[in-house]
């Protein structure tokens, strides 16, 4: 059983910054994207931040220069600086990976619980 745990979410002034974790536990063949979406209420769930198993990464435009993700084996980061009251938004930890589900071994996407970042002053 796969389960992706998240950390770090919290209340921050605008301009401030938080740092979210996600630890991707179970019997993990192979991971081959890891990346953070989020939702606010009342939109959909879109991407923030991804990072293949190559290392190359991605972001939404309005994160660009502020927002770093990484990646160290199971785990992966989101460092968000200069938060805006628009960043505001709970946060789900997504991986695109290969592991055991009872007896069949697959690769599909699995999610986090979330955490919630709000912004403000």
């Known amino acids: ?18 740092r979210l974790s996600c630890a991707a536990s179970g019997t993990i063949f192979g991971i081959y994207a890891m990346g953070w979406y989020r939702q606010a209420p009342g939109k959909q ?4 931040a991804g990072i293949t198993n190559g290392g190359t990464t991605n ?11 990484s990646r160290d084996k199971n785990t992966v980061n989101l460092e968000m ?3 805006k009251p628009e960043d505001t938004a709970v946060y789900y930890c997504n991986a ?3 592991a055991k589900t009872g007896t069949k ?3 599909r996407d ?5 955490t919630q970042v709000t912004v403000s002053s």
């Not at 939404?60 to 927002?67: A, I, P, Q, W, Y």
């Open 1 to 18: 059983q796969v389960q992706l745990v998240e950390s770090g979410g919290g209340l921050v002034q605008p301009g401030g910054s938080l």
């Open 81 to 83: 600086n200069n938060l």
């Open 96 to 98: 695109d990976l290969v």
């Open 59 to 69: 972001y939404t435009d309005s994160v660009k220069g502020r927002f770093t993700i």
């Open 105 to 107: 071994i697959m690769r």
């Open 45 to 48: 769930r879109d991407l923030v």
């Open 110 to 114: 699995y999610w986090g619980q979330g």
